[in-house]
């Protein structure tokens, strides 16, 4: 096992107050039912952001309760590192707005893309920065407002996904608590899988955009279903070799909430029980990369994860990007 370098000091999240069920969708023209939606993926409602809730203030909400746990003031903090594919404006990041609302001017701060991963990216990228001795507060979050970017026509893609931020301060480790190995891996080869094909650079937002709708969340939902579980499988083996530790070492295990069948195949594969694993995408559905750092501060909040647990997380999103991370608290 390696000796870790940089620790989860606490977490928070932000989530909009509004519930849309699955039974709701018939109130805006959709035909599906709460029976299909929870057998195909176990979600039963999901939050979604008000007018005027962007992906900054739910941000901001859920990185000031892990600031305000952990003990940091806005002032102390060295890096922003803001994962979300639902960035509030095209330009500039949604980070540097976070910055601004949080008062952090010592910071810098920036944007990744990695989607659903985009989380284990971030903190990858703030233990690499404590490791190199270039920061030693960051803040790391996960922030989507999914419901501005997905076509509330499309049944197929309009019932899997909600709004939220789940937000982490991540310091140098001690005495022997924090990550205890990693591993995030790509393949953009298969990036229109799961993609908005139109509305940015290559293609920029024009009258037949408009039409197409091809600004919107496209998926092929069965072959990103497969991929998902054969990447998070071998995530979980990645990151549990990292740490030179086996599944019969992890107290819980912490994925990505896209859909309880993807997770039950990993659960599976990881030969974790059921009763080991982290499960609300009943109540929030797939929020992309805030969905870690959602269930990893309500796993903290409920007593699930206590000290000197060891916790295996593990992402998959589009792009592919896939991840891993097996972490004591
Ligand atoms: C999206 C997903 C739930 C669809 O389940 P599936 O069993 O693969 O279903 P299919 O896409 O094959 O569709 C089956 C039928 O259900 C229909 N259907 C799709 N969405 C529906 C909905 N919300 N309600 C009712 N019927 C629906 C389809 O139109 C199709 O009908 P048809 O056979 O008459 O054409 C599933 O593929 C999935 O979860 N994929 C992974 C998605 C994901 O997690 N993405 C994010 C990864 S980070």
């Not at 076509?151 to 197929?156: K, N, P, Q, S, Y």
């Not at 995030?184 to 229109?192: K, V």
């Not at 859909?259 to 995408?281: C, F, G, L, S």
Request: hydrophobic fraction near 45%.
């Amino acid at each position: 096992m390696k000796r870790p370098i940089a620790q989860f000091a606490a977490t928070g999240r932000g989530i909009p107050e509004r519930v849309m069920t699955n039974h709701d969708f018939a109130s805006i023209g959709i035909e599906t039912s709460d029976e299909w939606i929870v057998e195909r993926t176990g979600i039963r409602e999901r939050h979604i952001a008000a007018p005027g809730e962007t992906t900054c203030t739910m941000a901001a909400a859920a990185a000031r309760q892990a600031m305000e746990r952990a003990g940091v003031h806005a002032g102390d903090l060295d890096m922003i590192v803001l994962s979300t594919a639902t960035t509030d404006r095209l330009l500039p990041s949604t980070a540097v707005d976070l910055q601004a609302e949080l008062g952090a001017t010592r910071a810098a701060a920036f944007d990744i893309s990695a989607a659903c991963a985009g989380f284990i990216y971030g903190t990858s990228v703030a233990e690499a920065m404590i490791a190199a001795g270039s920061a030693e507060t960051v803040l790391v979050v996960g922030a989507e407002r999914m419901s501005s970017i997905i076509d509330w026509t499309d049944r197929a893609t309009c019932v899997l996904f909600g709004d939220g931020a789940g937000a982490a301060i991540v310091r140098p480790a001690k005495q022997g608590r924090g990550i205890l190995g990693s591993f995030i891996r790509s393949d953009g080869a298969l990036a229109n899988l799961l993609y908005r094909p139109a509305g940015g650079a290559a293609h920029p937002f024009d009258e037949q955009v408009l039409n197409d709708r091809s600004f919107y969340v496209k998926m092929a939902g069965r072959e990103v279903f497969k991929h998902a579980v054969r990447s998070m499988a071998e995530a979980c083996d990645r990151a549990l070799d990292a740490a030179k530790l086996t599944s019969a070492d992890i107290d819980l295990l912490i994925p990505h909430q896209a859909n309880v069948r993807i997770i039950e195949a990993t659960a599976k594969h990881a030969n974790m029980p059921m009763d080991k694993v982290y499960v609300n995408v009943d109540r929030y559905g797939n929020t992309s990369s805030a969905s870690i750092p959602i269930a990893l501060d309500e796993a903290i909040e409920t007593g699930r994860v206590q000290e000197g647990s060891t916790v295996l997380l593990v992402g998959f999103g589009a792009g592919f990007t896939w991840g891993s991370m097996v972490v004591r608290f």
